[in-house]
Every structure is written in structure tokens, then in C-alpha cells.
């Protein structure tokens, strides 16, 4: 098996893995606190955006770590943006067009369920960019 490339690694404070850890904690906490009723508005806004400070971190720690690597890591990172960035593009235009075509059930196609694709889009493109210069 192979190991994570070091981007996705954590690397001491402030650490990619971290920050994500951090930020699938808050998303996957703000989705159960949000299924409970009799939240005043502001309160279930506030717990709605309570991931976005930790999310930040990440993004700016993942790029900080992008930045930090050699020419081919670059490479390789850019290659799997390419890939994901369409797919996700053919992913929202397909559902886009379906949903005024047919009826699709929110509760299992709208953006809280969409969401997890575009991680797997970048996945298979940083899979595909790794076989490429192996």
C-alpha cells in the first residue's frame, strides 16, 4: 500500500490534517446539532457557519503545504484540480438540468449530499496524476 503524499499528512502545529480534522468535526457536528428543533434562527445560522473559520485554516494550510513542495508535487496537484474541477462542473449541470426535468428528491440530491463527490473528483484526479509520474 502506499503512503498519503505529504500534503495530506499532518505536519506539527498548524498541520493540514488537523485543520481537516477540525473541520469534518465542526460539519459533522453543526449536521446533528441542525436536526434538532426549536433552535431560534440566529442560533441555527450561527451553528451553520461555525465549520467556516476552521475550514479556512485548512484551505490556507493546504495551500501553504502545496506551496511548500517540489515542481512534480505542484504538477500533480494542479493535474488533480483539473480533473475535479470538470467533474464537479458535469456533476452540478447534470443535476441542475434533471432537477428541472424530473423530480429529484431533495433528501438525497441536494448540496448536503452533493458535497462529498467533489472530494472524491480530486481524489481520482490526484490518483490518476500519481500513475501518470510514477
Known amino acids: 500500500m502506499k503512503k498519503l503524499p505529504d500534503v495530506l499528512l499532518a505536519r506539527g502545529e498548524g498541520s493540514v490534517g488537523v485543520a481537516a480534522g477540525l473541520w469534518l468535526g465542526l460539519y459533522f457536528a453543526a449536521r446533528a446539532m441542525l436536526e434538532m428543533d426549536g433552535l431560534v434562527p440566529w442560533i441555527r445560522a450561527s451553528i451553520a457557519l461555525a465549520p467556516l473559520p476552521a475550514f479556512a485554516?485548512?484551505?490556507?494550510?493546504f495551500i501553504r503545504s502545496v506551496s511548500g513542495t517540489d515542481e512534480l508535487e505542484r504538477r500533480i496537484q494542479l493535474e488533480a484540480l483539473a480533473v475535479a474541477f470538470p467533474l464537479t462542473l458535469l456533476l452540478l449541470m447534470t443535476l441542475g438540468l434533471l432537477q428541472i426535468a424530473i423530480h429529484l428528491n431533495m433528501d438525497d440530491w441536494s448540496y448536503r449530499h452533493v458535497w462529498p463527490f467533489l472530494f472524491v473528483?480530486?481524489?481520482?484526479?490526484?490518483?490518476?496524476?500519481?500513475r501518470r509520474y510514477q
Open 121 to 130: 473528483f480530486y481524489l481520482t484526479g490526484l490518483i490518476r496524476a500519481r
Open 57 to 61: 485554516w485548512f484551505l490556507r494550510e
